[in-house]
């Protein structure tokens, strides 16, 4: 099951893509069973039976919106933790001038970078090496903590492509990267929440980002160095995790900042990431204003 959030006047509802007649629909949850929970991270708190029920709506329902008529938000609007990890490809490790680490390096983004597939990233105007990056996300599916290796994956609820979009000069001031990842609009991600039933192992997914013709970043999730659910166990070693948590798992080769020249994000492009299997997130770069 996809699983996004709408928006619907003037609010936000959670609703499942879908494609009838070779075509991307939406259907409105809570128009098809009213007793649904009101949001993407509701259906996760509901747990495996709310997620039945939404999937026996989406099956039954009689009624579609047209996808590109609907405007997307991030699938979990206001997450309560957004977990970054850094360095997590050895390809992109190397690039970097960097060992590989013993340990995930993990920082944190925060809602207001937060936003959905063709929402427009915001070049602030204190800096110009505003970097991208194409990782794949998972977003945690029940309360956790001290959860094993061997168990992790029961609480992922799914996987979506994110753009931990980055303000390289920022990041590099200090030995905290926080700042340099936590502008307004610097967590692009969806389109969709696809849920784990759906997409199998998540450790050998193509993942790639292309702006224009020009394709920058090319590889696989098997070049993770630390995996999922070593992820999780690491994490909910030191943190409970709730639903709707979303953890990025590092990028790949190919980011603006280790090229030669650097090649940093400019207004008027359209970045675009594409996950197997998770679809394609697409946000246009704007200055601020």
Known sequence: MKLVTFEYDEGLRPGVLSTREGREVIIDLQREDATLPGSVRGLLEGGSAALAKAAKAADSA??????????????????????CIGLNYADHAAESG?????????FSKYSNTVIGSGAAIILPK??????Y?????????KRGRHISEAEALDYVAGYLPINDVSARDYQERVSQWTMGKSFDTFAPMGPALVTADEV??????????WIGDEVLQDSNTSQLIFSVPKLVADISEVMTLEPGDIVSTGTP???????S????LRAGETCH??????GVLSNPIVAES
């Open 133 to 141: 990056e194409a990782e794949l996300g998972f977003v945690i599916g």
């Open 273 to 278: 990431i594409e996950i197997e299997r998770l």
């Open 98 to 106: 960097q060992p590989l680490p013993d340990y995930p390096i993990v």
């Open 62 to 83: 009689n009624e579609a919106l047209d996808a590109a008529a609907v405007t997307l938000a991030a699938p979990i609007p206001n997450p309560g933790k957004i977990l």
């Open 200 to 209: 199998g192992d998540p450790h050998n997914l193509a993942i790639r980002l």
């Open 253 to 259: 080769p190919g980011v603006g900042a280790a090229r």
């Open 261 to 264: 020249p650097q090649r940093f």
């Open 126 to 131: 204190v800096t110009d090496m505003v970097d």
